[in-house]
């Protein structure tokens, strides 16, 4: 029998017995249990109310745990199968049914295992946790492999330069587009590629005979590499080739004002090897306004007479960019100027000078044509001369 009802039985005992005894002490009380008055005796009613009487169950070798109780038989192990809440229910059991399927009624058991639940709930955890940090340093060190792998097969920038490097050349190399060599960046790449051989002896190479002529010399372009200008225009002294579309009385005032201060320009940067601020400032206002005229007249205006002189205006304006820059003194000084017998002087000495190609002027288109057929030639046969 648990605890509770154990007490529970005992103090019920001690209450019969206690009234039994102070009965006749009280004066008026239970007086319906008199003989007298037909009631129940006291014996008669304890015994109908504990089960038997009183003083047989304080006489009974182990006291009141020999009587019956009215909430069933003592030490059963079933105390609440029997009681006054009648039926055999237990006093827990209510409509909402029992509290967990997997207690057992025992607390001191239930808790122990409750305790032992949470122990194998812990170590389950744990376990689970070790496993998500064995994964995640697994996938850093993935993560990590995946890196060295990508960076041994990335190529680095200097890598990329060199490939971009290789494939222009091979590009400027094999009969490139002829408004590649227009623009000299075909001969730029060409230059680029031997530039490391012009300190090569030649006096075996069949090469020799690659000499150049000094006329088209003359209608190559160079520029400093410090801008995009073109001095092809102020070749001649500040004279400029004007184009037939612009030859027009509608553009005679801007045209002559033009052609003044280009000279002007020249000859300042031939004395003081620089050019007045303000005369480049004017000139590039009146070319602008010029530009400007050209445009409101193309629907009046041959297509091919408005493609010519709108190039021709381009020219000029990229003419003003070389006026601009400090070294615009060594364009008309003649140290830019091309002296050279053969490519490799050519390419060696535009190497020194820091020089590279700019784009043909109408007119220049033939000399290009020569000079990059000379280069491309001289590249083939440096490099037959290189193969084992």
């Known amino acids: ?18 009234l039994a005894a102070t009965e006749g002490r009280a004066h008026g009380q239970f007086r319906m249990f ?11 009613f304890l015994t109908s109310g504990i089960g038997m009487s009183p003083v047989a169950a304080l006489g009974t070798p182990g006291g009141a745990g020999a009587f019956t109780m009215p909430f069933g038989a003592p030490n059963t192990g079933n105390a609440l199968t029997s009681s006054a809440y009648g039926g055999g229910a237990s006093p827990y059991s209510s409509g909402y ?19 032992g639940q949470l122990l194998v709930n812990q170590q389950q955890a744990y376990s689970i946790r070790e496993k998500v940090r064995a994964d995640r340093i697994d996938n850093k060190r993935k993560a990590f492999d995946e890196y060295l792998y990508e960076k041994e097969r990335t ?11 290789q494939g222009r050349l091979s ?5 490139p587009p002829q408004s590649e060599i227009w623009s000299g960046t075909a001969l730029n790449e060409l230059q680029a590629g031997l530039r490391k051989t012009v300190d090569k002896p030649t006096s075996d190479m069949s090469t020799l005979a690659n000499i150049l002529d000094e006329d088209t010399l003359k209608h190559i372009n160079i520029t400093s590499g410090r801008g995009d200008g073109n001095a092809g225009l102020l070749k001649t002294g500040g004279k400029l080739p004007w184009p037939d579309g612009l030859m027009d009385n509608q553009y005679k005032e801007e045209r002559e004002r033009i052609s003044s201060q280009v000279a002007d320009a020249v000859k300042q940067a031939e004395l003081n090897h620089q050019v007045d601020s303000g005369t480049i400032r004017q000139l590039t206002q009146d070319t602008d306004a010029l530009a400007k005229k050209l445009r409101k007249q ?18 000029l304006t990229s003419s003003i960019t070389i006026l601009k820059q400090r070294d615009v003194g060594n364009y008309f000084s003649g140290k830019y100027d091309l002296k050279a017998k053969n490519v490799q002087e050519l390419v060696k000495y535009m190497s020194d000078k820091g020089l590279q190609f700019t784009k043909a002027l109408p007119g220049d288109e033939s000399a290009y044509l020569s000079l990059y057929q000379s280069m491309a030639n001289y590249d083939t046969a440096l490099r037959a001369v290189a193969l084992p």
């Open 1 to 18: 029998m648990s605890e509770y009802p154990r007490k529970r039985s005992m103090v019920l005992l001690l209450a019969f017995v206690t």
């Open 34 to 44: 008199q003989p007298s008055s037909g009631a129940m005796s006291r014996p008669s």
């Open 97 to 115: 049914g029992t509290p967990s399927s997997g207690y057992s009624g025992d607390p001191v058991a239930d808790e122990i295992k409750a305790q």
């Open 155 to 165: 190529p680095t920038a200097e890598e990329e330069r060199q490939r971009l490097m």
């Open 171 to 175: 590009r400027a190399r094999n009969n």
């Open 298 to 315: 193309v629907g009046d205006m041959a297509p091919g007479g408005f493609i010519e002189a709108s190039a021709f205006l381009n020219s």
